[in-house]
C-alpha cells in the first residue's frame, strides 16, 4: 500500500479533472476574441452568451465526475491552501504583466508576452504545489513560458495572443490531465454502485 | 523479553483495507462511496463491510442521502478517528524506525 498515493487522492481528484481545464481554456480564447471583436464577437451579447454556453457544459462535466468518480468535500486546510494559491496567482499574473509590458511608469516594456509568461509560472506553481509537476505539465507550461519569454513581441499589444496561447495550452493540459486522471481512478465505466447497505 | 507496549498496532485500523480507508478520509473532509471505492480499490461488498465495522467501533460517520435523486453514502472520520488514524501510522513509522536502526530487544505487540 502506498500511503502517499493514498493521501494524494483528493489532490489527484481536485487537480487532474482536465475537461474542466478545457472548458476553461475555451473561456480564455473566447474573451480574446471578445477583445478582437472578431466576427460575431463584434456584438456586445456574443460573449457574455459564450461565458453562459460554457459555464453550462461545466455541469454535464461535474455530473460525469461526480457520478462515475464520487464526490469529495476538501479539508478546511485544502481549501485555505487552494484559495491562497489562487490569490497568490492572482496576484502574480496583475504583477507580472504590469511589471514586464504595461501602460505603467514603472513597466520595463520589455518585447514579451506578459499574459503567457505569468500564466505559464502561475500554472507550473499550482501543479507542483498541488499534485506535482508530471511530464505534460512541464512540457507544455514550459513550452508557454518559452513562447512568450523569446524577445519578439514587440509593436502591438500581445496580450490577446497571450490569452489564446494560454487557452490552447489549457485545453491541451486538460486533456492529458483527464487522460492520467483515468489511470489514476480507472475508466469511467460505472461500479457496481450504491445502495450499498451501509449505514442503514 | 522485554516488550514495547509503547509500539502496538491498532488492529481495528491494521486491517489493510480499513488502513487504505482511514488514510484516503484523513485526508479530506468527507468522501463519497463511489470515490472511496475508486481509491482503495475494494469491491463494493468489501467496501460496505469495512464502513460499518469502522462505523460501529466510532471511527467514521455515515451519512446517507440523496443526490440528484440518487442514493448516496457519504462517510468522514470522526475526530476519534482522525486521531487514530494518525497514531497508527506514527507507530508504523517508529516500527520501520527500530528495524532500521536494528533494535534487537524491542518486542511488538499487535
Known sequence: MQRANLERAAAHYSYLRGWFSVAGGLLFILAALANWEA?????????????????????????????????????????????????????????????????????????????????????????????GLRAHHVLIWATLLVVGA??????????????????VALMVSGVFDHRLFVRTFGPSRRLNLEDSGVGA | MERNDDLTLDRLIHEPGRLAIMTVLSSLRDA??????????????????????????????????????????????????????????????RLRNLSESGDEHAAVPV
Open chain 2, 32 to 93: 463519497d462511496f463511489v470515490f472511496l471505492q475508486r481509491t482503495t480499490g475494494l469491491t463494493k461488498g468489501n467496501l460496505s463491510s469495512h464502513l460499518t465495522k469502522l462505523e460501529a467501533a466510532g471511527l467514521v460517520e455515515i451519512v446517507k442521502r440523496f443526490v440528484r435523486k440518487k442514493p448516496n453514502t457519504n462517510v468522514a472520520l470522526t475526530a476519534v478517528g482522525r486521531q487514530r488514524i494518525t497514531h497508527h501510522w506514527e507507530q508504523l513509522e
Open chain 1, 39 to 131: 466576427g460575431p464577437f463584434q456584438h456586445a451579447w456574443v460573449f457574455p452568451l459564450g461565458v453562459v454556453g460554457i459555464g453550462a457544459a461545466c455541469l454535464p462535466i461535474a455530473r460525469f465526475y461526480n457520478e462515475h468518480y464520487g464526490r469529495i468535500s476538501v479539508s478546511t486546510r485544502q481549501y485555505v491552501r487552494g484559495a491562497i494559491t489562487v490569490a497568490i496567482g492572482v496576484a502574480v499574473m496583475l504583477g507580472l504583466s504590469s511589471l514586464l509590458r504595461s501602460q505603467a511608469d514603472w513597466s520595463l516594456d520589455l518585447p514579451v508576452n506578459a499574459i503567457a509568461i505569468s500564466f505559464a509560472l502561475i500554472m507550473l506553481l499550482s501543479y507542483a504545489v498541488g499534485v
Open chain 1, 150 to 167: 523569446v524577445p519578439v513581441w514587440d509593436g502591438a499589444d500581445p496580450s490577446n495572443i497571450g490569452l489564446v496561447l494560454a487557452g
